[in-house]
């Protein structure tokens, strides 16, 4: 069939929803046309992080052109939509200039999202910035910026106080995150940037109706947060709406605060499609969809995501991105399935992967079907999960290096009011995407790359860029099915059981949570200026790591795998030892293991693999004050680094991996001390880890 004569599949919107559609038709006999008002994928869950200036609008957004390039039965096209003419098959699109331009549809998809709700006070918005668009989290991180600059030149210190005053409306994940987000930027990151005021005295105060913050979440859990929030210095007020907001004020309850910088986290409300398509909606505006998504009546018709609304269970499918890709996935296959004249799949049924918020560094909380965590594993896994489900591979890099830049130093590299002076025109949206930094920011992210090279090789590795289409988009070369399968953590994380090997044609990714693992020391000598002391011995406890890994398939039954563990906490002991050495104390570390990994084919039943690697341990000292230093050498006996807090160790491993059940035995690594005198701890351990690897199919960022 000409290329002209394929059904035409409309999909407006190509955010998580949309995307997915589009992604799911790849070899679907139709033609594609994603319309979107403007020119990217963003990925929301990490706006907040623009808004506090940690991340750069470019990190966190993708253009869709650019993400559907290699798909060639996809068009692109920058426009915005205003109706839908469902009676003639016509969706209606403001199209250069012209209102209303009619397009034709064989299938239409609505995937438009929601914008923010301020629950009937609109008259609160123009002081109450809210949170959905890359223009909105630039306006936001340059109010909390410009805050602190107005301060520091105000001559009377009493406006001070009003200045620096914070208020969050809405202690949802949004919220919650903003404000641990905005109590590292006072405590941290701008500490010595002023001098006439003291960023400490910012005040952060978070506002929420309910009785507690994320509502959504356990109660347990919740209150983890709300502990965390609180050592954090953010003041909550629970329980009490927000009554009015000004230039100047907040009222929460009966109390009311000056403030100057009103952030609104609170309530979304859905795109007009419901309008457009006058069709039944629920009391929030969302349509109200059939079991496979379309809309009663127009089975050719489609509402996903945010602006959709279906039951399951009984209750209403919460506004995440999980909910919006698994949609947009299962409608790809209802109309592949149509086109190809095969059975309808079983109705929609959502799979939810769990819900997780973060708060500042290192602390998250995770509640998911598999485990319910908070602190630093929870955290480790929002920052991988998260990172890995950017949407593109640069996007990925970029936020990879920033992550680990920020971790260490707390700074943030995006600290810009970027705003037009007086007399000059606004930069059109599509400028804020382009961003280029400035140089002195690209100096500043070479120098951060260089000193991390180490850590990005090991992490890039297995972050190559998902997409593995072979061709380009060109919507005048005839239509042809790709012959390479999309897997990618999207897709593994949807259908497949993700410990399976993938099939001869399919390359992916497998992410896996809960390899437990023992690792035994077997015991360690200390030596002073390289000599071994007489009688002196440390002890190294036996400790286990719960470990997450993502693993690349790069070819049939060979894969690179990345694991990376929850620290546990082994406590050296020495006994006899050196009087300036004295009690080692704690050492805490997280291995990072890189592998690669081949599966013995014959055996596919019971999925053996061998595999050799290199573990990287992270260590963190909380030792004697006399040992200045604390390093780590490899079983080569070369220093990798010394001197820092965080080291690294290196290992070679042989794995194998009998049925998900794993044992690894590893060489020696050795922990050293530089004391005032040289001593030398060296643990010469064999550490054999034994585990159980699942591959349960973690997803990501759920949560609400
Ligand atoms: C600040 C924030 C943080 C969040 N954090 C999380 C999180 O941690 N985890 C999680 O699971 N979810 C989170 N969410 C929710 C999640 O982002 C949404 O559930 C998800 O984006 C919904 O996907 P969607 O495809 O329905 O809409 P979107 O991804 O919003 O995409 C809608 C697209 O439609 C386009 N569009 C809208 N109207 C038109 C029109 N008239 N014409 C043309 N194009 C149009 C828009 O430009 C946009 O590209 C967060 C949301 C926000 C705002």
Known sequence: MAEHQLPHVVIVGG????????????????????????NHNLFQPLLYQVATATLAPGDIAAPIRHLLRKQRNVTVAMAEVTGVDVANRRVLV?????????????????????SHSYFGHNEFEPFAPGLKTLADAESVRAKVLKAFETAEIEEDPSKHQDL??????????????MAGALAELRRFTLKSDFRRIDPLRARIILAEALPRILANFPEELSRKAQARLESVGVELRLGKPVTAIDEAHVVIGDETI???TVI????????????WLNAPTDKAGRVRVQPDCSVPGHAEVFVIGDTASLD????PLPGVAQVAMQEGRYVGKVIENRETRRPAPQPFRYFDKGNMAVIGRGFAILDSRFAKLSGLPAWLAWAFIHILFLPAFGNRLRVWTQAIWSYFTRQKSSQLIVEPRSGQTPAPPGA?????RSDGYQGLNMARNAGLLLLLLAGSLSLFPISLHAQSSNPGQPFEVSTMTESAAVTSANSAPASESPSATEKGWVVGIGSINAFYHSGATIATSGQTIPGATANVSNNYSLMFDVRRYIARDLSLTLMAGVPPKPTITGEGSVASLGELG?????????????????LRAFRPYVGAGTAYAIILKEHDAAVSQLGVRNNWGTVLEAGAEHQLSRNMALFVDVKEVWLAVDAHGSLYGVAPVTAHVNLNPTIVSVGIRFHPSLGIFDRH
Do not use: M
């Open 94 to 114: 403001n199209y250069l200039g012209q209102p209303d331009t009619p397009f034709e549809y064989d299938y239409l998809i609505l995937a438009t999202g929601a």
């Open 264 to 275: 609104w986290t609170a309530g979304v409300t859905p795109s007009p499609a419901g309008k």
């Open 164 to 177: 620096l005053t914070f208020v969050l409306v809405g202690a949802g994940p949004t919220g919650v995150e």
């Open 15 to 38: 955010g998580f929803g949309g995307l997915a559609v589009a992604r799911a038709l790849r070899k679907a006999p139709v033609r594609i046309t994603v319309v979107d008002r403007s």
């Open 586 to 602: 704690k050492v805490r570390y997280g291995p990072a293991i890189l592998t690669a990994e081949y599966h013995l084919p014959k």
């Open 312 to 315: 399951q269970d009984g209750k």
């Open 258 to 260: 000056p403030c100057r």
């Open 432 to 436: 804020q995407l382009s961003e280029k």
